[in-house]
């Protein structure tokens, strides 16, 4: 008996071909698109899974002590470890990871030449950190290799750049400026691509002074805090004890340095500390920031696992809706059957298997669509999708199960529906012209145009959206602008660096200044007033502002020849508004610093607010201070402003200015770049929309090309009839067009409240000052664009039909 069902199904197939190849291909796009993201999500859900006893650690965040929105962060001060493992029985191990920054790397080789590399991903930890993550080694000791001071772990990629292919185990390389002596004690093996940082150098915890000097500290907010519970420890009861932790063991730090923390608080609203289970630091980070590494979003998760779901309902309806359409052929045939005696679960078991063959082969062409899809998507988008995410088992079983799912549900109401109709009302022809028009199908066929207009408008937004990030003032000109990085690996003779690339043809202008892509906040009051504020800080001198062309507003900025300048500072908007000032009485007010004793600060200038942050972030106030001041801040970079078209070469005579004072590589970077790096996850979220919407419409404008030929093949008769008495081709072609035209304007009615309400939510995230208003022309767009899509695709179909002989039609009658 089943034997028969698949040879009725494949003779129905092939005689059916061109409706079946469409109903396969366009299948076939809906579940490879459905896997490809089912891989994603994988690899995203699986970040950190593979550690030891991962469900008992813990990463520590916090309140955000220096972000005056609030919110949480994952940094800690270092002295936060001692008060756990003191404090709370159920913490079985503590352990911290340091950030010190790029380093400079050094290894003298046998035959005496020097290898300098400049290394980004370098990290401090305390001896336990390789019981704590399952990093392997394939050279050392996981238990002992950052025990003492001096050692250092290399990444398999870090030990190939310095020692190519010799063993790297105690071998000794030179850290920093100060050329600081370390012992390769270990070497780990290709680190996982599931984990939420990666390092190429973990060096012992004090083999960095800084860890020492600040141990006592709760506000050095300069490393990450992980702990390790005991088998069976209550961690919700464990998080709600840390509530009050800060009160008790941060008060140490506070009469340290002389402040009052109870105010401290108070103008925070609370300090507290909270459990973010590891496993959930990738996703979650968007909240709490990832130290450690690139931060990622639940929500995007969310958001392609809705799209896969609806692209793949979209494949199924014109499943449905091709199904249903040629079912005054098929209805012909149940007839017929059932005349004959056959029993309608042997029919609907017929339909059934049909589906299911067709669903098969959808799968087979899927896993093909899925592995392009994904060749695509990772250059195109900058997203990992490694085959390797898929379990194997799992994979297997999605893969044969799916197809029977899939054709089951998309053949179930073909298949009863066509099996319900009575023999002699399908035999006399009644039931004909009710096939031509189908409210259902209109429907369906409404909900695919909705979910491409859906997306469409989301991409149109986020493409919008992203414009404006870059085309927005940020208060300074941000193009034709270079940073060379660690310039302070050159030493005492950084002035001398900056005033020769400066007279060198093309560059209009140079700074030495910190980083100042990266924050650096710390405490200040105003003097007369105990309120502590949280302000980033950037040490410049007397050329920055006219590198970077900030706008002054009032006052002056620092110059060269007045010594007072070093106990000055220059602010910006914010700042003012945030310390109490107008723009012009702050110029001769005060700042104290409450780090330590560097004495009041007179401000002698404003300047506009800059952006230094990405714009999706509130405005941080920033304090500029003399570039010779004693505030922390030892990193330095220069700002190289030029006008010449000859890049390359501008960049070559750095380059060589640099080598005459140094043996370490130059470093460096275009502004304008690195800006666009800020926005990422928006560029991504913009690629992944245009490749989705791409395919919806390709599988909607596909059932849709299906569905008005097999309309023309229906309609030929009246085709004819209508031009025998005298119905014009442009008169028959809009009557083809007319209805899906009607149902493409319902799908935008229906749609845009959709996708202004979730585009509204997405920029809602957003500072109001820096988003864009959504548009109706958006609305307007989407809906242009789908409807010539459309027009064009079933153009011909209409056209072809609109042109046929009358009299070979009517003949046929």
């Known amino acids: 008996m089943l034997q028969n069902y698949f040879k009725t199904a494949l ?7 061109y409706y079946a190849l469409i109903k396969v ?33 813990y990463c520590i965040v916090q309140t955000n002590l220096w972000d005056p929105a609030g919110g949480l962060f994952n940094s800690t001060g270092p002295a936060v470890a001692f008060g756990l493992i003191n404090e709370y029985p159920e913490i079985e191990a503590v352990m911290r990871i340091n ?122 907010t300069q490393v990450v805090t992980y702990v390790k519970l005991r088998p069976g420890a209550d961690a919700v009861a464990l998080d709600m004890k840390l509530k009050t932790f800060a009160d008790r063991y941060a008060l140490a730090t506070f009469k340290k340095l002389h402040m009052d923390y109870n105010s401290f608080v108070r103008e925070r609203g609370e300090w507290k500390l909270y459990l973010q289970p590891v496993k959930d630091i990738h996703l979650q980070s968007y909240k709490t920031g990832n130290r450690l590494g690139p931060e990622g979003d639940i929500r995007y998760v969310y958001v392609f696992s809705a799209i896969g779901i609806f692209i793949l309902l979209i494949a199924i309806i014109n499943f449905v809706n091709l199904s249903t359409a040629r079912a005054a052929k098929r209805a012909k045939e149940v007839g017929v059957k059932k005349t004959l005696g056959v029993l309608r679960k042997s029919l609907v078991m017929q339909f059934q ?31 990992e999708i490694p085959i390797s995410a898929m379990n ?94 660690h310039v302070d690996k050159i030493g005492q003779q950084l002035e001398s660096f900056r005033e020769e690339i400066s007279q060198i043809p093309g560059v209009t202008s140079a700074s030495l200044s910190m980083d100042i892509r990266e924050g650096f906040e710390d405490m200040f009051m105003r003097e007369g007033d105990d309120t502590k ?23 002056r900025v620092f110059e060269k020849n007045r010594p007072s300048d070093l106990n000055a500072v220059v602010l910006t908007e914010t700042t003012c508004r945030l310390l109490g000032w107008t723009i012009e009485e702050a110029i001769g007010k005060r700042v104290i610093y409450i780090g330590d004793d560097l004495g009041p600060q007179e401000v002698i200038g404003v300047v506009k607010d800059v952006h230094l942050q990405p714009l ?46 140094s043996d370490s590589p130059m470093s460096f970077s275009f502004y304008d770049e690195q800006l666009k790096q800020q926005y990422v996850p928006e560029r991504r979220l913009g690629a992944m929309f245009i490749i989705f919407t791409g395919l919806s419409i390709t599988i909607a404008v596909m059932g849709l090309v299906g569905l008005v030929s097999y309309s023309a093949e229906q309609r030929k008769k009246e085709i004819g009839i209508r031009k025998v008495f005298g119905a014009s081709l442009p008169g028959i072609y809009l009557m083809f067009n007319k209805e899906y035209i009607r149902l493409i304007i319902i799908a935008l ?27 109706p022309l958006i609305f307007v767009s989407a809906f242009i664009a789908e409807l010539i899509l459309a027009v064009i695709c079933v153009g011909y179909l209409a056209i072809r039909a609109a042109s046929l002989n009358p009299v070979e039609v009517l003949k046929e009658e």
């Open 11 to 17: 003779r129905t197939i092939l005689r059916e071909r």
């Open 25 to 57: 291909i366009g299948l076939a796009l809906g579940l490879g698109t459905t896997m490809v993201i089912f891989v994603y999500v994988s690899h995203e859900v699986s970040f950190d899974n593979y550690h030891r006893n991962v469900d008992r650690m």
């Open 99 to 220: 950030t010190p920054g790029a380093q400079l790397v050094r290894y003298t080789k046998p035959d005496g030449d020097i290898i300098a590399i400049n290394e980004e991903r370098f990290f401090a930890a305390d001896s336990n950190f390789f019981s704590f993550f399952d990093y392997k080694l394939k050279e050392g000791d996981p238990q002992t290799a950052l025990k003492g001071i001096g050692k250092v772990v290399l990444s398999d990629k870090a030990a190939i750049r310095l020692f190519g292919d010799q063993p790297a185990l105690g071998k000794i390389i030179l850290v920093g400026n100060d050329r600081t002596a370390v012992e390769v004690t270990g070497v780990t093996e290709t680190q996982p691509t599931n984990t939420h940082f990666h390092f190429d150098y973990m060096i012992s915890m004090y083999t960095n002074p800084n860890i020492k000097e600040f141990d006592w500290s709760w506000i050095w």
């Open 353 to 383: 298997v049909e589906h299911i063959m067709m669903t098969f082969v959808a799968m087979l062409l899927g896993l093909g669509v899925m592995e392009i899809l994904r060749l695509i998507i990772q250059p195109v988008v900058g997203i």
């Open 392 to 485: 194997g088992a799992l994979s297997v079983a999605l893969i044969l199960i799916t197809p029977v799912l899939v054709g089951f549900f998309a053949g179930l109401y073909p298949a009863f529906y066509l099996t319900s109709f009575q023999p002699a009302q399908v035999l006399k022809g009644r039931l004909s012209s009710g096939f031509k028009k189908s409210t259902f199908r209109n429907t369906l066929v409404v909900f695919q145009f909705s979910i491409s207009i859906v997306l469409m408008v989301a991409t149109l937004v986020v493409f919008q959206q992203l414009k404006f990030y870059q085309t927005k003032d940020i208060g300074f000109d941000r193009e034709n602008l270079i940073v060379i990085n």
């Open 533 to 555: 504020h949280s302000i980033s800080i950037i040490k410049v001198e007397e050329h920055f502002f006219e590198t970077t062309k900030m706008k002054l507003l009032s006052g």
């Open 616 to 661: 999706r972030n509130t405005i941080f106030p920033f304090m500029f201070f003399n570039i010779q001041s004693n505030i922390n801040g030892p990193d330095r970079i220069a700002l190289v402003r030029y006008n010449t078209e000859e890049v390359s070469e501008l960049t070559n005579k750095l380059e060589a200015k640099w080598k005459q004072l």
């Open 749 to 775: 009615f229906t749609a845009a409240p959709t996708s202004w309400y979730l585009m509204q939510q997405w920029l809602s995230a957003i500072p109001e000052h820096n988003r864009i208003t959504i548009s």
